[in-house]
């Protein structure tokens, strides 16, 4: 089993690159949030690999942290999510904010990734609710918290944090255009739709 690649970026054509080591060039799949801060090609690199193998094909999939291929691992497990879909998730957001679609039940931000309907969003909040710990750096609930917030994320903490439940925030949000507005905009706008 390959678990880790160091060696020299030959080549990178989104979302493959090629890494070499010892003379053996290897072909390893990323998803594009690690795709976007590899160093120029001829540079030193060291890349986490999951290797898939198949009846017809040994897939090396490449990951900036030991976070993302932990997540990349536990997505795989979750019913009718294949490599493609995973890499297709870790592509469009971090797994810090994954794991708050999970928590605070968000499918709507979560069927505007690419390939991911609501039905598939409901399914993956079902079934990564009780792994979603495990695939946290160092597991538990404070893990799931840490996470760098955007504006509409932060938004929701601090309505939470206000007393209102995370399904009943999401479902307010869901109905707001939230689009390029500051946190504080948002709760306004939230708050004024709740008074009425």
Known sequence: MIGSLRGRLMSKLAPQVVVECSGVGYEVE????????????????????????????????????EDERLMFRTLLKVNRVGAKMALGILSAMSTNDFRRC??????????????????????????????????APGGGKAAL??????????????????GYKPKEVNNLIAKLDVEDKSAEDIIRLALKQVAG
Do not use: N, W
């Open 102 to 135: 999970v928590e605070f039940e968000d499918t709507t931000t979560m069927s505007k990734i690419p390939g991911v309907g609501k039905k598939t969003a409901e399914r993956l909040i079902i079934e990564m609710r009780d792994r979603i710990g495990a695939a």
């Open 30 to 65: 990323t998803p594009m949030s690690t795709f976007l801060d590899l160093p120029e090609a001829g540079t030193d690199l060291f890349l986490y690999i999951h290797l898939l193998v198949r009846e017809d094909a040994q897939i090396l999939y490449g990951f900036a942290s």
């Open 145 to 162: 918290l840490s996470v760098a917030a955007s504006a509409r994320s932060e938004a929701v903490d601090a309505l939470v944090a206000l």
